[in-house]
């Protein structure tokens, strides 16, 4: 830290209370994450023209609706499920999957899409018809979901809204997510994610995937940690790894009606996270999105586990 922040921050003690202090440090920590990213600078500078945008990616779409600019969407990928009202735009198909033809079509003014956008063809093509294409940068962390709403707010022109809403809301989520990741991984509690299941078998999530990095954030071990990637189970390795707590998606749980007919499954009845009732069901766009939700779900997952 610079002698010139250090004289700041002690004028500031001097002047304000060791709560306002304490704020105003919380938020140099969160922005330095920025700062110190040179490379983001242009992704994230201001669009040429935000009036008619498509976007390639839930949680971005997310932060449109947090920031209240969604009436410049004109299309969107079909992971923007949330909120329920992103479902009346039209359609360019999957995040990973698209078409210039598809993107093009929509007459956009610029394209937003979350790091996965794809495939890589049609990236290029995008950027040879000059439309404006800015891929938002990504980190799995608390600290990449603040970044990803300033980013999109800074492209879009409205960044004193989102600097609001970051410092009313979502540094006190920081803060508490913290203490309760700090006392989750106290306990030295293992989860597993469980997304689907192929036949019987449930695909659950190893390391280097968007549920891992879930894990990380609530403060629990990953039970499957031995791999890479979402992976069928067998039974048996299941039982092995005996995950304190379940969590799966809400998806998943529709079909099995309820977590008491969940818990019945074959791979996870034996397990402690079955036998004690610690089975937790989430939308899976919310858990592993890594958009504003995604905190939300942190939290109160967070929650229930510091508190058992």
């Known amino acids: 830290m610079s002698l010139i922040l250090n004289k700041k921050i002690t004028l500031l003690a001097k002047k304000y209370s060791y709560s306002s202090l304490k704020f105003f440090l919380k938020s140099m920590i969160l922005l330095s994450f920025v700062l110190s990213q040179d490379d983001l600078q242009d992704v994230c500078s201001v669009a040429k023209d935000g009036s008619r945008v498509v976007i390639a990616g839930g949680s971005i779409t997310e932060i449109f609706y947090l920031l209240g600019i969604e009436d410049r969407i004109v299309a969107l990928d079909i992971t923007s499920t949330y909120p329920e009202e992103a479902k009346k735009f039209p359609s360019v198909g999957y995040v990973r999957m698209l078409s210039a033809e598809g993107l093009l079509s929509m007459n956009p003014s610029i394209i937003l899409g979350e790091n996965d956008m794809g495939p890589p063809t049609v990236i290029e093509q995008i950027k040879q018809t000059g439309v404006e294409l800015k891929i938002i940068p990504e980190e799995k962390s608390i600290q990449g979901i603040i970044q990803k709403i300033r980013c999109v707010a800074s492209v879009m022109g ?45 695909i659950v999530c190893g390391t280097g995937e968007s549920g891992d990095a879930f894990l990380k954030l609530i403060g629990a071990k990953n039970a499957f940690a031995s791999f890479e990637g979402w992976k069928p189970a067998s039974a048996e390795s ?12 809400s998806r998943l749980l529709k079909r099995f009606s309820s977590i008491k007919e969940l818990k019945k499954h074959p791979s996870l009845s034996q397990t402690t996270a079955a036998q004690s009732d610690n089975i937790i069901a989430k939308d899976g766009m919310a858990m592993m999105g890594f958009g504003p939700r995604t905190l939300d779900c942190a939290l109160e997952v967070s929650r229930i586990i510091s508190s058992d």
Request: net charge negative.
């Open 238 to 249: 299941i039982i092995a790894n005996d995950p304190d707590y379940i969590i799966v998606t």
């Open 158 to 202: 409205v960044s004193s809204l989102a600097e609001d809403l970051i410092n009313h809301e979502y540094i006190e989520k920081y803060d508490q997510i913290k203490k309760n990741q700090s006392k989750v991984s106290s306990k030295n509690i293992s989860a597993m994610v469980i997304y689907s299941m192929q036949g019987t078998s449930p």
